[in-house]
Every structure is written in C-alpha cells, then in structure tokens.
C-alpha cells in the first residue's frame, strides 16, 4: 500500500530520435507510399485489361474525333 505514504514513479522517458534515425524513418515512409502507388497502378491496368476501359464503340473519345465533324456536315446539309 504505497498509495498513501510513497510516490508512483513516472515511466522512464523515451529516448530522443537522432536525425539519423528521423532522416531513414522518412525514407521508409516515402518507400512505403512508392510501393502502394504502384501496386495500385498494377491494379488499375489489370482492371483496364478486364473490363475493356474506354474502347467502347460509343465512347466519349471516339464521338469527339474529327470524322465525326465531317459526317455531321455531309448528313446535316
């Protein structure tokens, strides 16, 4: 019971972070960030390849192209 009489002593304090240590923190971060970008890319264009992406015959892409300029002038007059 030495709640009444003594003190609990404070935990120890954590040692301070040298710069050394900071500088390879933020390099494993920044690695970490790269990684998962990637990974991400690969996801993505494994999608594109699935599903196909914007190669619809009635995409938006394809209805914006030059031809369609001329057609609409030869149909509309």
């Known amino acids: 019971m030495s709640g009444i009489f003594g003190k609990k002593k404070a935990p120890p304090a954590a040692p301070a972070a040298t710069p050394t240590e900071e500088v390879i923190d933020r390099q494993e971060e920044r690695a970490e960030a790269q ?3 990637q990974m991400q ?3 993505r ?3 594109l ?3 196909g992406g914007m190669r619809l015959l009635f995409s938006p892409l394809r209805q914006e192209g030059a031809a369609v300029n001329e057609i609409k002038k ?3 007059g």
Do not use: I, N, S, V
């Open 41 to 43: 890319g690969a996801q």
């Open 35 to 37: 990684e998962t970008t």
């Open 49 to 51: 390849r699935r599903t």
């Open 74 to 76: 030869k149909l509309g």
């Open 45 to 47: 264009r494994r999608r």
